[in-house]
């Protein structure tokens, strides 16, 4: 069963799509449309559009798209009716329930219920007997109850049925447990046993506070030391981040990035609310897009080993491409945050916020880093140095700090500012012609239909889904133009499967009085959507005359009887003779 269109309509209606994105984004006008930087990926000039006429939007960048409830989707990781709930409840509309099979929605709660049941259970074993070590070692780590409290940590028992035996009594199912990731099927094949044993447990709590996942550190020497809850219906690594949930009313616009769990609690526990951990993997462009958000500055503090290094490097280009502000934190004698603040005692956290206080850009961090692969009292380290670091600057978008920092350069290597400078803009206008070339390879490979993997066909028959794809644009556009397209071509006239059907469906639509889009979201894959608003949403581009219309009409039409190279193979002679004949008529 489906939502009722009537209330899909009102749904959308009281929901302003420029409204809704712009409690997440700046949005600017660009003539009827709304501009801004996108909120799914990382980019310096804004792509991400909102057409306010039909409600939809469309990123040219990353080619997201759909409706309001598909970006209510996207952006808070729901599901379908999870989305419309969220726009409901936000819109003051009760959905009717019945009317619709939200079986996903169903196991999504069941899931979230088993988490917090199980982060109930966890948390009761650590205060237990069978807990002593766990909270021994929890205590050894300088954390106190009330932390302990705050952030639920808990225990699982040396026992692989200790889980799984409660939850069940509470009436979980073992798929259930199994889509929760709590639990997995013994190698015997018979019954389910817990995935997490003998662990100081970490519960993962999203930005709603349900509990969405969990970490665990071994108690005793067997390996990995921690262990993560894999994706799940509710959960996925890279699109979340450890304790966001705190950081985010914090009430600064700057967030400390954690390697680890530990970490982040002490830095709570010394009054830094605004520390946040990646979820066992390394920081994702998604994450840096959660982090900005809730941010304008972010002060990355890594352990200070090689592996920590690495992740700053790589952390600093996912981040400033998002457009935030990056700092780095340096923390003397290798420690981290956790063993720094435990190791001053009652100082550490003041001491603590002075190093956070004086931390540098990401730009003295790495021209520190760079100072030290190179001798600065040779020719060849200083120009080895001076070439790298060009590039270093080069990097930066505002003219004035590339300066100051061109200055510096200058007087530490005793070469002419002006000579920095100019190799700088060498290297500008360099980077500036490869994003062109890439850019327009890009383009050509769009033009071409390579990269569209919706309709695989596009690549052979461009000609044909280039005019499937101007109707279709015109139609949803149009629909009272109808009548014009009706017993001029059909479904069975199109030439690519994916625009026939596109065509079908939208038919059925306006034919039946129905908006042509309303319920998009509902219909198609989220890929799908994408799709569709890309090829809507280049109406303005494509002709919109009657003569027109029926351009494309016969365009489809001719495209759909050539016959290409394959066929020319496999066709018999008379299919061939016909196709000729054919051939000769059109041209006379």
Known sequence: MRLPEDFISELKYRSDISD??????????????????????????????????????????????????TFVMKIENLDYMEAVKFLAQRAGMNVPEDAVDDSMSKLRTRVFEANREAARFYYSKLYSREGKQALSYLHSRALTDKTIRRFGLGYSPNNRFALTNHLKAKGFTDSELIAANLVFKARSGKGVVDRFVDRAMFPIIDLRGNVIAFGGRIMSDQKPKYLNTSDTVVFNKSHNLFSLNNAKNSGTKQLILCEGYMDVIALNQAGFSDA????????????????????????????????????????????????????????????D????????????????????????????????????????????????????????????????????????LALESNVEKNTILEQIRKTVRSKEYSDRNAEFRKLQSSVSGREDKMNPEHYKKPRATVAEQNLLAFLVNNPDKLPLIEGRITAEDFVTEFNRKLFSYFYERIKA????????????????????????????????????????????????????????????????????????????
Do not use: W
């Open 20 to 69: 809704i994105a712009s409690s997440y984004m700046q949005l600017k006008r660009r003539g009827r449309n709304l501009v801004g930087l996108c909120p799914f990926h990382g980019e310096k000039t804004p792509s991400f559009n909102i057409y306010t006429e039909n409600g939809s939007f469309y990123c040219f960048g990353c080619g997201v798209g759909g409706d309001v409830i």
């Open 276 to 335: 946040v951990a990646t979820l066992g993997t390394a920081l994702t462009s998604e994450q840096a897009m959660l982090m900005k958000r809730y941010c304008e500055e972010v002060v990355i503090c890594y352990d200070a080993d090689e592996a920590g290094q690495k992740a700053t490097a790589r952390a600093i280009g996912i981040l400033r491409n998002v457009g935030l502000v990056v700092r780095v934190l340096n923390i003397p004698d290798g420690k």
């Open 337 to 408: 945050p956790d063993e720094f603040i435990r190791k001053n005692g009652d100082k550490g956290p003041a001491m603590f916020k002075a190093l956070l206080e004086s931390s540098g850009n990401d730009i003295e961090y790495r021209l520190q880093k760079l100072r030290q692969k190179f001798d600065l009292n040779t020719t060849d380290g200083k120009f080895s140095f001076l070439s790298q670091a060009v590039k270093i600057l080069a990097t930066i978008d505002n003219s004035i700090e590339r300066e100051l920092y061109a200055s510096k």
């Open 513 to 588: 009085h129905k908006e042509p889009m309303n319920t998009l979201s509902a219909d198609f894959t989220s890929d799908e959507v994408s799709s569709i608003i890309a090829i809507v949403s280049k109406y303005s581009q494509v002709a919109s005359t009657d003569s027109a219309l029926i351009e494309y009409i016969n365009t489809i039409k001719e495209e759909k009887h050539k016959i290409n190279a394959e066929d020319v193979t496999t066709a018999s002679n008379q299919e061939l003779d016909s196709y000729l004949k054919k051939l000769k008529e059109k041209h006379k």
